[in-house]
């Protein structure tokens, strides 16, 4: 195995290594599109599960919307169109015919599903509706990275539909908080959350929420969006009901997704010299077992008490790997398992079996320790939840560490450089001055701030007096 | 609500209202994709979180391939592209540029899948290599119909390299063998088991076999296939491995999978006279509660007590809907939730209620018996697995009463016409003669049995003396 790039010498390229090394995916021979390998699917797969569970409790049902979208369907909203029409891939022949019409592959499926609401919305009684869609999207990329940006890539998008402007704006706000929980809960992952400037708003939508992470380079990464998207959908593809009174009104509409983006999210976030570090929830092995031992006696006692932890293990609830590779030395092993970021590594050898002992190794603090045998089947699952704790204590101390003030433009740039992070800092200018900003501090708009200032600021820029508070950061 | 039409009046047309009537998908706007409904969408999850336990307990891992397939790698191997190539979506221009070479929309990901194996597999200690992927798949089809042929649809498709051809057959016989027991303990469906005739192979494929599912029109119907790949895949994609002996060789491969189209053949094999039958394990509502009331004051009775059913019928694993709709007579309900498949119906009147009673109502066998309301934590569960039990006793009854034998094309037509089912006969002919009859009969060969006949027949066409037994049928 060649060496993992320390991350504090080229973060890009330790990206790369890890998502290497550590078998997570890797690029196809079509550009821009990856493989994901078994063990970053795993994580991708325990991702679904935790937060398809969140999507029903809400009331949320799954459907499934057809791949492809007739040309037609995208150009009816004009902002839409505008921002999806130049990353599309389009399909014009199909059974060996050209087609009448393009077919688009779904960059998101905003049209093909509202056409469908179009049929299935007739009467107040049927809002509101409540669509969720795990699928694959494609959109066409011109610089990819496995997980952070690829041409196709997996996730799920929330479509509801609803009688009013405030149920609308309320399921906003519930998606947003659904994955803020998400977020910290099984990633371990503090996130900063807000409305999206004017312009880094979804093609379409009145407004943007979004949920902002902090890598570990200092940059930004957005980890979930959840869209109002007013009556502009429903007045393109014609979504109209008829409330209590007879009237026929427009439905109010939502979206929100997450996608494969998060498995990046993760490795950016949480990994380290070592490489990567999963979150025990979200691990798909959270226990590896390594023996050492040099002769064959030793070997075969040792692999009996490690077969029985297993055992006992699982019967816990915890993933567990026993790995009995006989090519490999256990020094080998513990480097492949520390870039893989299984959260707890047990080794036993000849004399921790003699004192009924095993090692475990921490790979969130690199702490090792021995712990009696007896012990495991209660000390493991704590342990692992006590990792999952300690990740997103590291990982706030690491956000709040990294929240600083600016009065000037040259001060942002300076902290921007120098520390990364967010900067916060009063806001009243345009779409065009944000732009302004960008290409001196290469820096967006991450959040607008849900609390305005206590008191009026002078805007960064403009010197404008106001009171919207927003966070700048370079992004992913 | 329309009237359902008989099932035995037009099998086809009872279809399309079964289908839609239940509610389970509808025709999209895009030419032979369909929209999969929420409660449609719900069977396949559970199909789904069935067979990926399955799958995972088998060693196979789970990971994600890209949609795209570059057209020379479809044209590798000769017979696969020959099978394929007529049925593919052709994606020409991304991001708003012709492409130098066009890619094709999977129609089947061998090809894709297997140019990443030749850079997987170096060593025999690679091997085997258990993967599967779940995903969208679209071949271009001429006549569609809902969940039985769409142009896209949902699968698995698993995809397995081995050492040797004896762990590869080994490996075919476990992915049938795994959906012979799921369509017998999740879908109460009974399956014929064998080789597919050269005709209806896999493209590509050694060998195919299949498992085959009798509809109540007397049609067979595949519901899943396993293939043999022996090394044509492997050669043409270069797939080789070292073996424990120094010595270079090419893998032996399989794929296998199944599809939506399960739904499919859950409608045409369980669906009688009043709609869909779900078998309790896969419907995603096994108990549907509803109140039967004049006045208000029961209403706030009966809903108050049903409320608590929900919630010890939950608390003991059930899965259960109130439908409290306000709207609607309870005719009109008993009548949608027959025709959605529900296993158990509970009804609860004024005088049930005085009695602690509630009705329950199968939907297998129409039966009504009122229960003690203090027996239904214990009753209810117990019910459902007579109730899964009892569907597939019926269905295998309905399969072994539809197995005819023949001594001549004329007696098989016959029938085939007349009662439909699977006519066995000794069959040595070859595949321009499985044509003759089909061009006579309209039945393909639906397995060749595993079990040779005791002792030697004449085949029903070319009257050569054979040992080879076949079931022929009409089929979807």
Redesign the interface.
Known sequence: MSKLTPQSQDFPKWYQDVVQMADLA?H???KG??????YG??I??NIQKDLDARIKAAGV??????????QS?LTREANHVEGF????????????KELAE??V?RPTSET?IY??YSRWVQSY?DLPLL?NQW??V?R?E?RTRPFLRT??F?WQEGHTAHASKEEAETEVKRALDMYVDMDRELLALPVLTGKKSEKETFAGADYTCTTEALARDGKAIQAGTSHLLGQTFAKAFDIKFQDEKGEVQHVWQTSWGVSTRMVGTIIVCHGDEKGLRLPPRVAPIQVVLVPIFKTDEDKIRITQELGDLVQTLEAHGVRVKFDERD?LSPGWKFNEWEIKGVPIRIEMGPRDLEKSEVVVARRDTSEKNSMPMADLASAIPDLLEEIQANMLKQAEEFLNSSIHEADSVEEMKKILDEKGGFVKAAWAGSSDDEKIIQDKTKATIRIISDEPLSKKGTCILTGKETDQLVYFAKAY
Chains 1, 2 share one sequence.
């Open positions: 890797e196809s021979q079509v599109c990856m493989v994901i390998k078994p699917y795993a991708w797969e049902q799954n459907a499934y919307f057809p791949l492809f979208i007739p369907f029409a130049p990353e599309c891939a389009t399909v014009t022949h199909g059974g060996g393009p077919l592959v093909i056409d469908t009684r669509i699928a694959n494609v066409w011109m041409t196709e997996l090519n």
